[in-house]
């Protein structure tokens, strides 16, 4: 190729005037933007005080406050998306999920574009059995944000009925962020959950790779084995998973019912007793529970058998009504007293998320309703039940 | 400020976005894969001759694609020796359109020729035309010897009277006051004959499932928003009807008196049993998400509901299943009658081991069934022996209702082949999936009842499939003895119905009451069959009805004897061989 006179002092000179631009340009945008922002967090500026005072008083151990100060700053910068956020978080430390749920709403409508915002919001809705909102928010998600972990996460817990896309999904979100092990251990329990005992045992060594062994790990591992512990070394090793977890958390309701569950299978009534009636107190609206309770007690001639099939009997009653208020509730949903009722209902029958939500939704239109005050009251006086306690 | 109040405060100020959450139901369980097949089961062979034997019956739903409600619930069949020549005949029941079945519903009585097949007798038996038909009942009503027919349809139930064996049969439903239409049209599953006041004749007990009618039926669909059939909590229960023989060629509606008009539920399979051996027949109803019933006989013409505190209203999560079809046996030989039920697919079928202290213990997990049973949707099942090794088996027809059910449920298919379940005699049983012969065929199936159609000492079982054909299935196996009892009441009812035999032959005794109508809208071979592995002779006890009982000691094998009440031995009936009557 030929080169032409001058044409390569042309061409250095090109470069260096295009960078000369860029500077000029990227400096004017970064200075634009450092204005926008500085604008942005003045106009947050009393906002941003009350954020800040519940950040320390957080700190400081006064979550009362901290949410007050939060609630402020919200009402104070409607747009502003961090304070709904940060209320969100805590809420759900506290176990007010169906709270956190609306924050996070309220953070979707300031800002739909926030990041992780709506896997946060599927997330929320998964936690707090609100099946319709989990579907919606997750398949938004994962439009949003094709490579999000918890979008893919989100998605396949709000689809769990459906094990093959929910695995699917879970997959997907283990290979976009591989170290984290919450993925893996949500797939697991799909498979424990499931019966998948080969899938299950997979899913858990893939865990115990990126996670040391803990009692989450120990309870699956034991949970998996209890429905097929016929000989005794199975029956050893399930006994063994389930005492492990039960150790380093004792408190577990599903390791107590589990491992009740597994000496029932083996006749062993008088061993299943302690573990069932911890369950039974740990979680007192669990029907496979006071099934299995009511067996061991009828196996052994105690006549606390009566109660426990009684008790079973009135809950079975509850669900039932249950069910068809929300049958009701679907046909009727402006109808704030049937909303009510189903608040009632739903707490009697131990499904606080919902009881707290039929509530909450009556108090903002109703905010006189005594039912629904009730309902709330009722709850907040409640013990705090794991997560773990789900039926 | 309390947090109580903060948050309340928090709640007031949320902007109306909960009330756009829909409140809806908690997801299902999610799916179990199946077990592998046990390496030690032995082979379990079932050939289907039904096309060989001239059976050549197709079932049709008359389904329009709109998706009415009845349309799922297929019909049943049944095995009975209307001409009593010893060798069972077969009826298979024909659903057709709804509401009335309409012009091309057709039922199927076909005679067994005794040489392995079977001539279509439906023309002049009056059986043909039936309604929207489902299910049927085989018991001798008014003791004349012949087998009686109760068959359960939509809009109207028949009873029709054996005319003495000449394949005609006379439809007496408005005579005898079994039609059920009081209340206008029903919607009539199951059906069975038992004797519960003991005054030797045979009563009748009826599942109603739900209130349904063509102007009541409600539009579903499905997640793919497709047209769907309803889930049955959208239709109340419609309860039992029990009517007492009163030995008139009448009956009397006695649900009210008895206690049982108390529970609407919505009731699917039936069976009758003597739970607790109080020598009173009690009543197991399988009810479709709602608890089971357990109706217990306390012989004073009252029934109490005890299957909350016998372990058998739920499934052993506590939760109530879908129960569809009903088998009761002693199947673990310890002298009390035990109770398999057919659910839902996703929940897995229940197996309830009667104790002996007015109480059952779930073993559907223990036993083995639970996890090859959770994909499949249960309904016709019964205990049989096929093996002749004296523990009793249990056969499962299977098949979905939804036809896009792939799509939406991993695991579950809609099609589905039957199960055979073999005992392991420990308590549990083993699923034989390979060599089963026709069993493995996917289908729709939905009745079944069990006989030995070729009196080879097998059982065999028939199947009516849903817009399918028919299967019998015949029982391939051979090896291991048996022997089988007919009764033959005098002070008790005719068939002998509920009279209890106990055979020991070795160290194995076993026990069996006379039963004809469990299953799903079935009726099976009410002969006794008795498995007996390598024993040559068998020590027979049996108790009747009425109180009394005989013994007899070492009779041969390998043959059907028919016992007649007073009487202190039995008859042989046929050895083997023995084609020709």
Not at chain 1, 110 to 123: F, Y
Not at chain 2, 74 to 94: E, K, N, R, T, Y
Request: hydrophobic content about 35%; overall charge neutral; glycine content about 10%.
């Amino acid at each position: 190729m030929t080169q032409q006179p001058g044409g390569g002092s042309k061409r250095r000179g090109l470069p260096r005037l295009l960078i000369a631009s860029a500077t000029v340009v990227g400096g004017l945008a970064l200075g634009g933007w450092a204005v926008q922002r500085g604008m942005e967090w003045r106009r947050h500026e009393p906002a941003l005080r009350h954020f800040n005072r519940g950040q320390e008083l957080f700190r400081a151990g006064d979550t009362d406050a901290a949410l007050g100060e939060w609630d402020t700053a919200t009402q104070l910068e409607p747009a502003w998306v961090v304070p709904y956020l940060r209320l969100a978080e805590v809420l759900n430390q506290i176990n007010e999920r169906d709270l956190a749920v609306q924050m996070l709403v309220r953070a979707h409508q300031a800002n739909p574009r926030a990041p992780h915002i709506l896997c946060r919001l599927a997330e929320a809705c998964v936690q707090v059995e609100e099946p319709a909102g989990a579907r919606k928010y997750s398949q938004e998600a994962i439009d949003q944000e094709p490579n999000c972990p918890r979008a893919h996460a989100a998605f396949a817990l709000a689809r769990k009925t459906d094990l093959g896309l929910a695995a699917k999904h879970l997959q997907r979100a283990h290979d976009l962020s591989p170290k984290d092990p919450q993925i893996l251990l949500t797939l697991a329990r799909l498979y424990v959950h499931s019966g998948d005992v080969k899938e299950g045992q997979e899913t858990l060594l893939q865990v115990l790779t990126i996670t040391p062994p803990n009692a989450e790990t120990h309870y699956l591992s034991g949970a998996l084995l209890v429905p097929r512990a016929r000989d005794s070394a199975t029956f050893k090793e399930a006994e063994g998973h389930l005492r492990e977890a039960l150790r380093l958390e004792p408190e577990r309701f599903d390791a107590n019912a589990q491992l009740g569950i597994l000496y029932l299978r083996q006749r062993q009534w008088a061993k299943a007793l302690p573990y069932l009636q911890a369950a039974r107190k740990q979680n007192p609206y669990s029907p496979g529970v006071i099934y299995q309770l009511a067996t061991a007690y009828r196996q052994v001639s105690d006549p606390r058998a009566a109660g426990e099939w009684e008790a079973l009997r009135k809950l079975q009653a509850g669900t039932r009504r249950w069910t068809d208020l929300q049958k009701q509730l679907v046909l009727r949903p402006q109808d704030l007293e049937l909303r009510a009722e189903a608040a009632v209902v739903s707490l009697a029958v131990g499904a606080r998320a919902a009881a707290a939500r039929l509530s909450g939704e009556v108090l903002q239109r109703d905010p006189d309703n005594k039912k629904a005050r009730r309902v709330l009251q009722q709850l907040q006086q409640l013990p705090a039940v794991p997560d773990s306690s789900k039926r | 400020m309390r947090r109580g109040h903060l948050l309340l405060a928090l709640r007031l100020c949320v902007t109306g976005t909960g009330l756009a959450l829909l409140v809806t139901g908690c997801p299902p369980k999610p799916p179990v894969a199946p077990v592998p097949l046990s390496k030690n089961a032995p082979p379990g062979r079932f050939t289907d001759r039904a096309a060989a034997a001239g059976i050549e019956f197709r079932h049709s739903n008359g389904a329009t694609g709109q998706k009415r409600f009845p349309e799922i619930t297929g019909s049943g069949c049944a095995f009975l020796d209307f001409d009593q020549d010893g060798w069972l005949d077969i009826l298979l029941l024909d659903a057709g359109a709804l509401p009335d079945g309409g012009p091309t519903q057709r039922n199927r009585l076909y005679r067994n020729t005794r040489d392995g097949h079977f001539e279509d007798v439906t023309e002049g038996s009056g059986l043909a035309r039936t309604g929207y038909t489902q299910g049927a009942a085989v018991g001798d009503f008014d003791n004349d010897g012949y087998p009686d027919l109760y068959v359960t349809a939509y809009g109207g139930n028949h009873l029709f009277r054996n005319q003495a064996g000449t394949g005609k049969f006379t439809d007496v439903t408005v005579q005898a006051g079994v039609s059920d239409l009081d209340q206008g049209p029903r919607y009539s599953l199951s059906a069975a004959w038992g004797d519960y006041d003991r005054d030797g004749w045979l009563d009748l007990a009826v599942c109603r499932y739900a209130r349904w009618s063509p102007e009541t039926d409600k539009p579903c669909r499905n997640s793919l928003s497709a047209r769907s059939y309803c889930s049955p909590e959208l239709y109340e229960g419609d309860g039992l009807r029990l009517y007492r023989n009163r030995g008139n060629g009448t009956f009397v509606e006695s649900s009210r008196s008895t206690g049982l008009a108390a529970f609407n539920r919505r009731a699917m399979g039936l069976a009758w049993l003597d739970y607790n051996r109080d020598g009173w027949q009690d009543l197991f109803v399988a009810c479709d998400l709602q608890p089971n019933l357990l109706l217990e006989n306390g012989g004073r013409g009252r029934f109490r509901e005890k299957a909350v505190e016998t372990g058998v209203a739920y499934g052993d999560m506590g939760g109530v299943l879908s129960g569809m079809g009903v088998a009761v046996a002693d199947y673990d030989n310890d002298g009390w009658d035990d109770l398999h039920v057919t659910n839902f697919s996703h929940q897995p079928n229940s197996l309830f081991r009667n104790v002996g202290r007015g109480f059952f213990e779930n073993q559907s997990v223990w036993s083995g069934l639970a996890d090859p049973s959770n994909p499949l949707l249960g309904w016709g099942c019964e205990f049989l022996d096929y093996d002749r090794d004296g523990y009793k088996d249990l056969v499962v027809a299977n098949g979905h209702m939804h036809e896009d059910v792939a799509k939406t449920v991993h695991g579950v298919t809609y099609q589905q082949p039957k199960s055979l379940y073999r005992n392991n005699r420990d308590g549990t049983f083993a699923e034989i999936r390979q060599s089963v012969g026709d069993l493995s065929t996917a289908t729709l199936s939905r009745g079944l009842a069990v006989g030995d159609y070729d009196n080879d000492g097998g059982p065999d079982v028939l199947v009516n499939n849903q817009n399918g054909n028919a299967q019998l299935l015949r029982n391939e196996y051979q090896g291991g003895h048996w022997i089988a009892f007919l009764t033959q009441g005098k002070q008790s009812n005719r068939d002998g119905m509920h009279a209890r035999i106990r055979v020991r032959s070795g160290k194995l005794t076993q026990q069996s009451e006379v039963r004809a109508g469990a299953s799903f809208c079935s009726s099976s071979d009410r002969r006794v069959h008795f498995g007996l592995g390598a024993a040559s002779a068998a020590d027979v006890e049996i108790r009747w009805p009425s109180g009394k009982s005989y013994r007899a000691r070492g009779l041969a094998v390998d043959r059907v004897w028919r016992w007649a009440e007073g009487t202190s031995a039995p008859q042989q009936v046929r050895a083997p061989g023995d084609r020709k009557p």
